[in-house]
């Protein structure tokens, strides 16, 4: 199973906003897709996350690095 980027999920979550955009889509498709497009929000918004951590744990060991 390949990980897929934060890249790659915002721009899926933009082909599903304009898939929402659609005027003849069906209300129960229109929820699943809704669904389906927060949650690629929320994976990508772990990402985002992760990647602060990566960067707050990057510059405490260069202060630590720094202080000697």
Request: charged letters at 35%; proline letters at 1%.
């Given at each position: 199973?390949?990980?897929?980027?934060?890249?790659?999920?915002?721009?899926?979550?933009?082909?599903?906003?304009?898939?929402?955009?659609?005027?003849?889509?069906?209300?129960?498709?229109?929820?699943?897709?809704?669904?389906?497009?927060?949650?690629s929000?929320?994976?990508?918004?772990?990402?985002?996350?992760?990647?602060?951590?990566?960067?707050?744990?990057?510059?405490?060991?260069?202060?630590?690095?720094?202080?000697?």
């Open positions: 199973m390949t990980k897929t980027t934060f890249e790659e999920k915002l721009a899926h979550s933009n082909a599903l906003l304009e898939r929402l955009r659609t005027p003849d889509m069906s209300l129960e498709e229109s929820v699943k897709i809704y669904e389906e497009g927060l949650s929000i929320k994976e990508a918004q772990k990402l985002i996350e992760e990647a602060e951590i990566k960067i707050k744990t990057i510059e405490q060991n260069s202060q630590i690095v720094e202080d000697k």
